[in-house]
């Protein structure tokens, strides 16, 4: 049986993925929302996301 691995244990990346893992399960889903609008508004920004990716449901 894997042993569980303890936030003091970890260093560089594999402590970031684990911070950005707690951090994201403790969002509330207005915040998770709030993420998704700016995300989806930031990918528009940059023209890698239009109106024109999805059909008339809003599914790409």
């Known amino acids: 049986m ?7 244990e970890l260093s560089g990346w594999q402590l970031h993925e684990r911070v950005q893992l707690l951090q994201s399960l403790k969002a509330t889903p207005a915040q998770r929302l709030a993420w998704l609008e700016e995300m989806l508004l930031l990918a528009q920004r940059h023209r890698r996301l239009t109106p024109a990716d999805f059909d008339d449901r809003g599914e790409r």
């Not at 894997?2 to 003091?8: K, Y």
Request: hydrophobic content about 15%; cysteine-free; overall charge negative.
């Open 2 to 8: 894997d042993r569980i691995t303890t936030d003091e």
